[in-house]
């Protein structure tokens, strides 16, 4: 058998040319991941596949190779001892190199200008205590120099043999395993960092690495004495394997079972499969190497990658150095992988180029002439091998890049996660830990919670994070004692992590019975017969909004156990009797003050004694409550056995949101019970007003009518009565008295109130000025003679005229006629006459009015002033229906109550009338939809507390109830949400009248 031209090339150089390939595939895989760190923004998956691959295996590979190498340099000839120079210049010249690229990547510093700051950096930079990126992976190097000082015995015996090899390096990996979780003080803690690595500190640890160095220099003593190819090939495709065997089996144990040093994810400190990803991957380029060599079309690229591998450590600083000026004169990056694939390209050619001219004492690229190779001479691959490696390679390369959505990879070993899974059990937490303070609690404003085991009873499978599972819950049995909401909405599901407290996404079904289930998802992997107890149930919370979160079950396939353990509460239990304080309610409603009770159900904290003392007899510790973040607090007075109360008068607080609690405090602690917020708030006021048209309204809008109010807590209802339904041309006698004590009787079991509301009928105004006719109805004596004909009962002369104009166009027979085409004189007459028939049907004379189609100006305000009207709501915006007509008014959403000038009546100012004006702000049911009313009300009040008193009004329609209803039900359901009377915020439903009474 023929020996291959790289092989004769090591007899004649003292090199092997496949290691330094192997070195030159690192070499370019740790430019091409330094410049995608440098060039890329992180957003391109295929690039990031590239930085992983190359973050991945990079370090390893080289280190493998450079213990191959110090094989060759210092141990080839063991009779001879290497000198003492050579390893000094071997360890001057990496030091020098560390200082060069350590220095260079602290130049940001100097802007600062901070003396103590940049000379503290250099002091840890000298002693290898703070290395910067890119730097900390030559520590290794330097400290494996200096070790060949006092143990190159050592390294003779172990590279002889591959068993001592694999004890002596695993012995010196579980020994770093077993150092790593110590907590050191400083400078022990750095010191320990560069040995076994620490949290923060260096990534790349002398003794976890160290197995590779020594497999190196076994393999180097290995390639020494074995020169026949098919025995090379074969040992390299066998170890190649075992390692790939090594990181499907650790990959599948640390899945199944709690072993970070086997997570191939896991790299600083390197676990186990990782390191073994980056040695199979040496073994197979090796026999990759081997087989192609000799392919012609290859061998100028091989040769390239040789060279790199010959030249490593000068690239390495130059290509460092290069990427370095680059970052600090543009420091531009990029997602397109042409742009940072150029730019790689461009930082190896000028790092070669530069490396290349220090051609004297090392490898230079200028030396290898036409890229060309000795002539081809016959040899045939073993194409089994060759086979193997692609197949093998391409498998890890696959594994590694699957989930590259990240440029990075791997993590960190937490110190207390060598063994074990991230977070640790929890103990079972009991009544002391609670009574103790030990119990840290998700949220105050929950009174009780449970603690959720779950437990995987699968030998091997894990629960993965996200899989979802279904805790059993007799809810009723929670609502019937009073601990829970009947629809569940104070129910949630936390898990408690490394960083407190996390909302676990759950969907709840068969709220209400004792056959509920609580679906929720799992927030961490729960490895095979271990269980999870960081997770709890919480309830009685009866501000929580309800669960918010969107859950998509992932069911497991996965047999599991999930208990529910004791149920526990403070020891305290307090009640507070509203949330919401009204600095300010209208007339006759009577302020409640805040009202808090406290039970203490776990009397034993009140003394230390081993029989406890009923707390009835005993005064030792008093309650308190205390308003968080404030200075008011008191004491409660006890009301009788464990049970005590306060009362707490907010007027004079602040507008705002509080907190109040319970408490029993001694010298060395505090117990609190669960706590309440409550908020101090101006009142926002909202009016239903409702529009009588002047005919008939149908039994069923009524009936529809009432129901509606009662759907939303009997709200009260302002009715603007149109007194036309009295004219017998309208209807009888008796639908009219229907109608009028329908509203009357609404006045006295609901507190409605009925006011004045005229459209300019053409029979309302003949009656009005020309007194009822004894015959036919005006209407029809209208409809057939000439509207200057007089009515046959009357002179012509004496005759009023009822006007046609100006008019919107709507109904017509003058609905749609402006008031304000009346003088103060006529609109007075009709006033006078509304209130002898509110009068004479059982109705109190009207103080409040609005204009038909709102239309009111100063002269009409005048009237209404003039004839004892206290106020009008006739007030709105500018424009009207979609601007086809303009309102004499030019009020807006946000507008309040006012009374307006004289001369002008869109602003308060003196003179003024002494009629207040309470404006339609927000709209009415016929011109918008519920929508867009409540962006009018929104103008006024978005939530939450506020501070200062609104007012908004809204109308409806009586003889449209039909199609309004549906409008006014949107707002209703918006407003009821905030509602006082529901103590769910500062909304206060009241009619005009009382607005009066508080605006006046």
């Known amino acids: 058998m023929q020996t291959p031209t790289a092989v004769k090339k090591k007899t004649q150089t003292g090199r092997e040319a496949a290691l330094d390939f192997i070195r030159g595939i690192s070499v370019a895989l740790m430019i091409l991941a330094h410049a995608i760190f440098f060039f890329h923004d992180g957003t391109n998956f295929w690039l990031n596949a590239l930085a992983r691959t190359g973050n991945t295996v990079c370090f390893t590979v080289f280190l493998f190779v450079s213990g191959a190498a110090l094989y060759y340099s210092h141990l080839a000839k063991p009779e001879v001892r290497p000198s003492a120079r050579r390893l000094w210049e071997r360890f001057a010249y990496i030091v020098i190199g560390f200082y060069l690229i350590a220095f260079m990547a602290s130049v940001d510093l100097l802007p600062r200008l901070d003396l103590e700051l940049i000379s503290t950096k250099i002091l840890k930079i000298i002693f290898l205590l703070d290395p910067p990126s890119f730097t900390e992976f030559l520590i290794p190097f330097i400290l494996y120099t200096l070790s060949f000082f006092v143990l190159r015995h050592l390294y003779l015996i172990s590279s002889r043999n591959l068993l001592v090899t694999f004890e002596l390096g695993y012995l010196f990996y579980l020994l770093a395993y077993f150092i790593y979780p110590w907590h050191l003080p400083s400078p022990a803690r750095e010191i320990k960092a560069l040995f076994v690595g620490d949290e923060g500190l260096n990534r790349f640890p002398v003794f976890q690495y160290f197995p590779v160095l020594l497999l190196g220099m076994y393999w180097g003593q290995f390639l020494s004495q074995v020169r026949t190819r098919g025995k090379r090939d074969l040992q390299a495709l066998i170890l190649g394997m075992v390692f790939l065997g090594v990181v499907l089996v650790s990959t599948f144990l640390s899945t199944a079972y709690p072993l970070a040093i086997l997570d191939p994810t896991l790299r600083w400190p390197p676990s186990v499969s990782f390191i073994s990803i980056g040695l199979a991957l040496a073994f197979f380029l090796y026999v990759f190497f081997e087989n192609l060599a000799q392919v012609r079309w290859l061998q100028r690229p091989f040769r390239f990658i040789v060279y790199l591998g010959q030249d490593a450590f000068d690239l390495y600083i130059v290509h460092i150095l290069i990427l370095y000026f680059y970052k600090y004169i543009f420091g531009f990056t990029s997602p397109h992988l042409l742009i940072v694939l150029s730019g790689y390209l461009v930082v190896v050619f000028a790092s070669v180029l530069v490396s290349s001219l220090n051609f004297a004492t090392s490898p230079s690229v200028f030396r290898m002439g036409p890229l060309s190779f000795a002539r081809q001479e016959k040899y045939r691959p073993k194409r089994r091998y060759l086979l193997g490696a692609v197949v093998f390679i391409s498998l890890m390369l696959w594994s590694l890049n699957k989930d590259a959505h990240v440029s990075t990879v791997g993590g960190t070993i937490k110190s207390d996660e060598v063994v074990g899974v991230a977070l640790r059990p929890l103990p079972l937490v009991t009544s002391k830990h609670v009574r103790d303070n030990a119990f840290v609690w998700y949220d105050s404003a929950y009174a009780y919670f449970r603690q959720v085991y779950v437990r995987d009873d699968d030998v091997l499978l894990p629960l993965e994070a996200g899989e979802s599972v279904r805790l059993p819950l007799d809810h009723r049995a929670l609502i019937d004692s009073g601990r829970a909401d009947e629809d569940g909405s104070d129910l949630t599901i936390v898990y408690y992590g490394k960083d407190g407290y996390l ?498």
């Not at 006021?685 to 009588?692: I, K, L, S, Y």
């Not at 039900?969 to 407003?975: D, S």
Request: charged residues 20%.
């Open 503 to 1000: 909302p676990v996404p759950f969907q709840l079904e068969n709220a209400g019975t004792s056959s509920a289930v609580i679906t929720f998802s799992l927030n961490a992997r729960i490895y095979a017969s271990r269980y999870d107890n960081r997770y709890f149930l919480f309830y009685g919370n009866p501000e929580a909004g309800g669960n918010d979160t969107v859950l998509t079950p992932q069911p497991t396939e996965v047999s599991y156990r999930i208990e529910l353990k004791e149920e526990h509460s403070p020891a305290i239990l307090a009640n507070l009797n509203r949330r919401w304080y009204l600095r300010y309610l209208p007339r006759g409603i009577e302020q409640q003050p805040l009202h808090l009770t406290a039970e203490v159900v776990d009397p034993e904290m009140w003394q230390e004694a081993e029989e406890p003392v009923s707390l009835a007899t005993s005064q030792a510790l008093p309650v308190y409550y205390r308003v968080e973040e404030t200075s008011v607090e008191g004491e409660m007075q006890q009301v009788q056995g464990n049970t005590y109360e306060a009362y707490l008068d907010a007027g004079s607080m602040p507008v705002g949101s509080y907190t109040i609690y319970a408490l029993v405090k001694s010298e060395d602690t505090v117990v609190k019970s669960q706590s309440y917020s409550f908020h101090v708030s101006e009142p926002i006021f909202v009016a239903w007003t409702m529009d009588w048209e002047g005919w008939d309204v149908p039994d069923s809008y009524l009936r529809a009518i009432s129901a509606q109010s009662a759907r939303h807590n009997n709200i009260p209802i302002t009715h603007f009565f149109n007194p036309r339904i009295y004219l017998p041309s309208v209807m009888s006698e008796e639908r009219a008295a229907y109608l009028t004590n329908w509203v009357k009787g609404r006045k006295v079991s609901f507190g409605d109130e009925i006011q004045l509301h005229m459209h300019m009928h053409f029979d309302l105004i003949d009656v009005i000025f020309n007194g009822f006719p004894e015959e036919e109805p005006v209407e029809e004596a209208l409809a057939e003679a000439d509207e200057t004909e007089a009515v046959p009962d009357l002179p012509e002369e004496e005759r009023f005229q009822p006007k046609t104009s100006p008019a919107w166009g709507f109904q017509g027979g003058g609905y749609d006629v402006y008031t304000t085409a009346y003088t103060y004189d006529e609109f007075s007459t009709m006033l006078v006459w509304a209130d002898e028939q509110f009068e004479l049907h059982g109705l109190e004379t009207p103080t409040g009015y609005r204009a038909g189609g709102w239309f009111a100006n100063t002269e009409i305000l005048r009237a209404l002033d003039g004839n004892g009207f206290l106020y009008d709501s006739s007030g709105r915006e500018r424009n009207m229906w979609n601007g086809a007509v303009k309102s004499p008014w030019d009020l807006h959403a946000d507008s309040q109550p006012y009374y307006p000038m004289t001369s002008d009546q869109n602003r308060a100012g003196s003179p003024q009338f002494n009629l207040l004006e309470l404006p339609n702000n927000g709209g009415d049911c016929y011109a918008y939809t519920g929508e867009q009313m409540l962006e009018k009300f929104r103008v006024n009040y978005t939530g939450g507390v506020a501070d200062a008193k609104k007012l908004v009004t809204f109308l409806s329609h009586a003889q449209w109830q039909d199609r309004d209803e549906a409008v006014m039900e949107k707002i209703l359901l918006a407003t009821d949400a905030q509602s006082y009377a529901a103590d769910s915020g500062p909304i206060m439903y009241i009619t005009l009248g009382q607005a009066y009474e508080i605006w006046k």
